[in-house]
């Protein structure tokens, strides 16, 4: 393997660390302007394929991370703190590959994390996602409430009307 130079061993190096080659790029000394195109262009070189891959075996930690980001998930989620424990469960997304087959997911697993997700973003916000995701169920319903406010209305002026008429 040929040899590469300081800023293509930086950029791999913070590569390994946060997965994300535009950050990489920034952090190895590209310029911001060009961070994106050289993070892609660099990935796509087989030399630094190659040596992503020696790094990612390199790396030895004395912390089961797994189990220390899933703690953080549970404190997260226990407490309220919605976007901390998205964060935990997309992290542990990434260590863990990504790769899980839908196959192996059952409706009542899918459901149980769509439910410890709820908890942790909790019900106002829960209920603004609804509202976002299902737009016309939420104005249906505007609508039904000001058309139950217009009837009350009208149903108490007629009346008032009526007593104003009787005297």
Request: negative net charge.
């Given at each position: 393997?040929?040899?590469?130079?300081?800023?293509?061993?930086?950029?791999?190096?913070?590569?390994?660390?946060?997965?994300?080659?535009?950050k990489a790029a920034k952090a190895a000394?590209?310029?911001?302007?060009?961070?994106?195109n050289q993070g892609h262009r660099l990935l796509q070189e087989e030399?630094?394929?190659?040596?992503?891959?020696?790094?990612?075996?390199?790396m030895v930690t004395n912390v089961d991370?797994?189990?220390e980001i899933e703690k953080q998930y549970e404190v997260a989620r226990n407490g309220g703190h919605g976007?901390?424990?998205?964060?935990?469960?997309?992290?542990?997304?990434?260590?863990?590959?990504?790769?899980?087959?839908?196959?192996?997911?059952?409706?009542e697993s899918l459901e149980e994390d769509i439910k410890g997700i709820m908890q942790a973003l909790g019900?106002?916000?829960?209920?603004?996602?609804f509202a976002e995701a299902f737009p016309d169920e939420f104005d249906n319903?505007?609508?039904?409430?000001e058309l139950l406010l217009t009837e009350e209305l009208s149903s108490t002026t007629d009346t008032e009307a009526g007593s104003y008429d009787n005297s």
């Open positions: 393997m040929s040899q590469l130079n300081d800023k293509q061993e930086q950029f791999c190096q913070n590569y390994v660390l946060s997965r994300n080659a535009t000394g590209y310029s911001e302007s060009s961070a994106y030399r630094i394929q190659e040596r992503l891959k020696e790094l990612t075996n390199e991370v797994v189990s976007t901390t424990a998205l964060k935990a469960l997309e992290l542990l997304s990434r260590v863990r590959g990504n790769n899980t087959d839908v196959e192996d997911q059952t409706t019900f106002e916000q829960c209920f603004l996602l319903e505007e609508e039904d409430d």
